[in-house]
């Protein structure tokens, strides 16, 4: 069975007291194992709900689709990585950490999906992804691109996964240090 990938990654600033980390930890670790389609399909709604109004402050982000089977398959053992290994510039927390001082952090939010090649999702989500090269990193974009994710039949999916970096709270969170380290390079500035 010929796969395609689909992956969405945003980078937003973790604001004070706010708790869009934990949500976005908790949605993807409330996930039962085993899920069925329409949990997986409910669990992704919510991450989606969640990142819509942070499309406006988003400082980065990706997008990938791609058809070819070889790519689909290594990009999303790349992509899983990313949930399974230590990720990140740093091994520790931000050291002196002053939220209230002016010092951002910032945290993503992933989801890659292995789609089944000719599949009405899979079709829609190569339609949604064909976006000309000088709007591939607009904000636009993003929102036009996380808007299909909610249409997604998982009935369609060989595999997925959604994971939020850093997963743990004050003082850990992506710096912009961090994010200029090469790790990262990947992420495009959102225009």
């Given at each position: 069975?010929?796969?395609?990938?689909?992956?969405f990654?945003?980078?937003?600033?973790?604001?004070?007291?706010?708790?869009?980390?934990?949500?976005?930890?908790?949605?993807?670790?409330?996930?039962?194992?085993?899920?069925?389609?329409?949990?997986k399909?409910?669990?992704?709604?919510?991450?989606?709900?969640?990142?819509?109004?942070?499309?406006?402050?988003a400082v980065?982000?990706?997008?990938?689709?791609?058809?070819?089977?070889?790519?689909?398959?290594?990009?999303?053992?790349?992509?899983?990585?990313?949930?399974?290994?230590?990720?990140?510039?740093?091994?520790?927390?931000?050291a002196?950490?002053?939220?209230?001082?002016?010092?951002?952090?910032?945290?993503?939010?992933?989801?890659?999906?292995?789609?089944?090649?000719?599949?009405?999702?899979?079709?829609?989500?190569?339609?949604r992804?064909?976006?000309r090269?000088?709007?591939?990193?607009?904000?636009?974009?993003?929102?036009?691109?996380?808007?299909?994710?909610?249409?997604?039949?998982?009935?369609?999916?060989?595999?997925?996964?959604a994971?939020?970096?850093?997963?743990?709270?004050?003082?850990?969170?992506?710096?912009?240090?961090?994010?200029?380290?090469?790790?990262?390079?990947?992420?495009?500035?959102?225009?």
């Amino acid at each position: 069975m010929l796969r395609s990938i689909f992956a969405f990654e945003l980078c937003m600033p973790l604001l004070p007291g706010s708790p869009l980390r934990a949500q976005l930890r908790d949605t993807i670790a409330s996930a039962p194992a085993g899920a069925s389609y329409q949990q997986k399909w409910a669990m992704y709604r919510r991450l989606t709900d969640l990142l819509w109004p942070q499309l406006g402050v988003a400082v980065r982000g990706c997008w990938d689709f791609f058809e070819d089977d070889d790519r689909a398959r290594s990009d999303f053992e790349m992509w899983t990585r990313g949930m399974t290994t230590r990720e990140g510039a740093r091994r520790g927390p931000v050291a002196d950490y002053a939220p209230y001082r002016g010092q951002e952090l910032f945290a993503t939010c992933t989801m890659a999906f292995q789609l089944i090649q000719g599949t009405s999702t899979e079709r829609a989500m190569a339609a949604r992804c064909e976006i000309r090269q000088d709007l591939l990193w607009k904000r636009d974009t993003f929102a036009h691109i996380l808007e299909g994710v909610p249409s997604i039949n998982f009935a369609s999916v060989i595999g997925d996964v959604a994971y939020v970096l850093p997963g743990t709270e004050d003082s850990w969170g992506l710096t912009q240090e961090d994010l200029a380290h090469d790790k990262f390079e990947y992420l495009r500035t959102i225009e």
